[in-house]
C-alpha cells in the first residue's frame, strides 16, 4: 500500500473538510498498477500557508482553489511552475472562467474540477490522477535502471580496453629496457602476446559494432523471407579458412530450404557467432555439425561441437555481457566476451530460445528456436 | 646470506602476471603465481608468502576482498596489497574509493594498477620492514 499526500488550499473550511472527509477513507486499485494507493490530506487556508506546507512537505497532489484571501491560486501555481516541482495540480474553483482555464492549463494544471463538485467527480479525478502518478513513477524506475546498466556496461568496457593496452605498454617498456638480456626468445615471446593482444580488441571491436546494430534497434532492419540453409553455407565458407587451421571439419546437415521471416544480416551474425565458437573451442581433428530444421511451428538451428565444454556453473553465465570462461582449458583462446550476448540478444528479439548443453571436454550443444512467422504460400 | 622473500602475485591477466612477476624479481624476489581467486587459495594451502599482491576483480567481482579476508585469517602478519585498476571498479556497487569501505577490508595497502616502478619497491620495502619489526 503506498499513501499519496494531498494537499487541499481553500478559504473555505467546509470545503476543506469535505474533501477530507471524502478522500480520508478512499482507495485506488487496479490490476495492471502493483500496488494500491490511499490518501492523507492536508489543509490551507491561504495561499501562502498553502506554499509553506509545500516547501516543508511536498504533497503529490494539489488540490487548488483560485479565489483566496492573500495571493491567489494561479500565484500559488506559477510558484510551483517555476520552481519545477514535482505536484499534480487540480484547479478546484466556483469562478471557472475560460481565460482562467487557459491560464491555469499554461501554468501546468493538470485538472479542472468546477464547484460544486460531488464526492464522485473528486474521486473520479483523483482516480486518473494516481494512476498518472503511478505511470510516471514506473517510467523513471526504467529510465533509471537503463542508465545503470549503460554506465555498467561502459565501466567493463573501459577495462576490457583498457587491459590489453596496458599489457603491451608494458611489453614495449620492458623490450625498450632489454628486460630480458640476451635472451631473444622472451622478446619473441612478447611480440607474440601483443600481438594476441591486439587481436583480441579488434575482435572486440567488430563485436562491439555488431552488438550497437543488434541494440539500436529498428533503423535498419530488413525482414523478408529468407533460406537459413543460404545462411549457413555463407557461414560455413566464410569459417573455413579458420577450421582448416585449425583442423575441424564443418559439416551441415537437414533440408536444403528452411525458409523464415528474418534480416539476412542478423541470421549471418547469429550462425558466425556459433559456428566460430565452435571451432575456437574444439579440439585438434575434431567436427562441428550444424543441423537445420523446423517442426511446424519453429525453425531450430543446431550446431554442436566436440570441444572442451562448459562446466554446469558456467552455463547460465556464457550469454552475459563480456563473460569469457578463463580456465586452464582457455588460456590461449581470445575472444570479446561479447558474441554469446549479441547471439541471445538477438534472439530475443525474434522472441526465440537459445538452449546450451555440454559435457566438459567432450562437447557442447547450441539450440536455438525462432519461432517465425511464414509467408502465405 | 639472507634468503630472498618470496611474493605472491594473483592476477586473471597472463600478460599482466608475467610483468609483474619480472618487475619484482628484478627488485630482489622470488615469486609465486597464481592465475584465479581459486588457484591463489590453494597455494596458500600450501605456503606462506611473505607478502601478497592481488587484483581485485577475477572470477568474482571481489575476489581480491576475498581472497584477502581468507590470507589475514590464515596469515594475520603477512601484508597484503591489493591492486585496483580505477576503471573497472567505477560502477561496482562497492565503492573501493571510499575511506570507510577500504578501512574494512584490512588489506594493508591499495595500489593502482601501473604506478611506477621505484614506488612500488618502495612500497614493498616498507611493507616488509613495518612485518619484521
Redesign the interface.
Known amino acids: 500500500m503506498s499513501t499519496l499526500k494531498i494537499l487541499v488550499i481553500d478559504d473555505e473550511p467546509g470545503i476543506r473538510s469535505g474533501i477530507s472527509r471524502i478522500l480520508r477513507n478512499f482507495r485506488v486499485d487496479y490490476p495492471f498498477m502493483e500496488e494500491a494507493f490511499d490518501f492523507v490530506v492536508q489543509e490551507a487556508s491561504t495561499g501562502e500557508a498553502g506554499i509553506e506546507l509545500i516547501e516543508t512537505d511536498k504533497p503529490d497532489i494539489l488540490l487548488l482553489d483560485n479565489k483566496l484571501p492573500g495571493i491567489q491560486g494561479v500565484e500559488v501555481l506559477e510558484y510551483i511552475r517555476k520552481k519545477q516541482m514535482n505536484i499534480i495540480v487540480v484547479m478546484i474553483t466556483s469562478y471557472a472562467s475560460l481565460e482562467l482555464a487557459v491560464k491555469a492549463t499554461s501554468d501546468g494544471a493538470y485538472d479542472f474540477i468546477p464547484k460544486p463538485f460531488t464526492p464522485q467527480e473528486l474521486k473520479s479525478s483523483i482516480e486518473n490522477i494516481t494512476k498518472r502518478v503511478f505511470l510516471k513513477k514506473m517510467t523513471n524506475k526504467l529510465q533509471e535502471t537503463g542508465k545503470q546498466i549503460r554506465?555498467?556496461f561502459?565501466?567493463?568496457l573501459?577495462?576490457e580496453l583498457?587491459?590489453p593496452l596496458?599489457?603491451i605498454e608494458?611489453?614495449l617498456q620492458?623490450i625498450r629496457e632489454r628486460?630480458?638480456g640476451p635472451q631473444l626468445e622472451s622478446y619473441d615471446y612478447m611480440v607474440d602476446?601483443m600481438l594476441e593482444?591486439i587481436k583480441g580488441m579488434r575482435t572486440l571491436i567488430l563485436d562491439l559494432l555488431d552488438l550497437t546494430k543488434v541494440t539500436s534497434g529498428k533503423g535498419t532492419r530488413d525482414i523478408r523471407e529468407i533460406n537459413l540453409v543460404d545462411i549457413a553455407h555463407t557461414a560455413i565458407d566464410t569459417m573455413r579458412p579458420y577450421s582448416i587451421q585449425k583442423d575441424v571439419k564443418l559439416n551441415l546437415h537437414g533440408n536444403d530450404v528452411v525458409k523464415v521471416m528474418a534480416d539476412n544480416e542478423e541470421m549471418e551474425i547469429i550462425f558466425n557467432n556459433l559456428i566460430s565458437n565452435a571451432i575456437k573451442y574444439n579440439r585438434e581433428g575434431g567436427t562441428v555439425d550444424c543441423t537445420i530444421g523446423e517442426d511446424g511451428t519453429c525453425v531450430e538451428i543446431l550446431v554442436e561441437d566436440t570441444g572442451i565444454g562448459i562446466n554446469p556453473e558456467d552455463l547460465n553465465k556464457i550469454f552475459d555481457d563480456f563473460v569469457r570462461i578463463?580456465s586452464e582449458k582457455t588460456?590461449n583462446i581470445t575472444g570479446s566476451g561479447l558474441g554469446l550476448a549479441i547471439v541471445k540478444k538477438l534472439i530475443d528479439t525474434y522472441k526465440g530460445t537459445i538452449e546450451v548443453t555440454s559435457q566438459p571436454d567432450i562437447g557442447s550443444k547450441f539450440k536455438v528456436k525462432l519461432p517465425i512467422e511464414k509467408p502465405c504460400s | 646470506m639472507t634468503t630472498k622473500k618470496t611474493i605472491l602475485i594473483v592476477d586473471?591477466?597472463?600478460?599482466?602476471l608475467?610483468?609483474l612477476k619480472?618487475r619484482v624479481e628484478?627488485f630482489g624476489f622470488q615469486t609465486l603465481l597464481a592465475?584465479?581467486q581459486k588457484e591463489a587459495e590453494e597455494l596458500i594451502l600450501k605456503t606462506k608468502p611473505d607478502l601478497a599482491i592481488l587484483d581485485l576483480m577475477m572470477?568474482n567481482e571481489d575476489s581480491g576482498f576475498i581472497l584477502c579476508y581468507k590470507m589475514k585469517k590464515k596469515y594475520p602478519e603477512v601484508p597484503i596489497i591489493i591492486a585496483t585498476?580505477v576503471?573497472?571498479e567505477?560502477?561496482?556497487s562497492f565503492d573501493i574509493n571510499d575511506e570507510n569501505n577500504r578501512k574494512w577490508i584490512k588489506a594493508d595497502l591499495f595500489l593502482e594498477?601501473?604506478i611506477r616502478k621505484e614506488k612500488l619497491k618502495e612500497e614493498i620495502d616498507n611493507l616488509l620492514i613495518k612485518m619484521n619489526s
Open positions: 554506465f555498467q561502459l565501466s567493463v573501459s577495462h583498457k587491459a596496458n599489457s608494458g611489453y620492458m628486460q630480458a602476446r593482444r578463463k588460456r | 586473471d591477466d597472463q600478460d599482466y608475467y610483468q619480472a628484478s592465475e584465479s572470477e585498476g576503471a573497472a567505477t560502477g561496482i594498477k601501473g
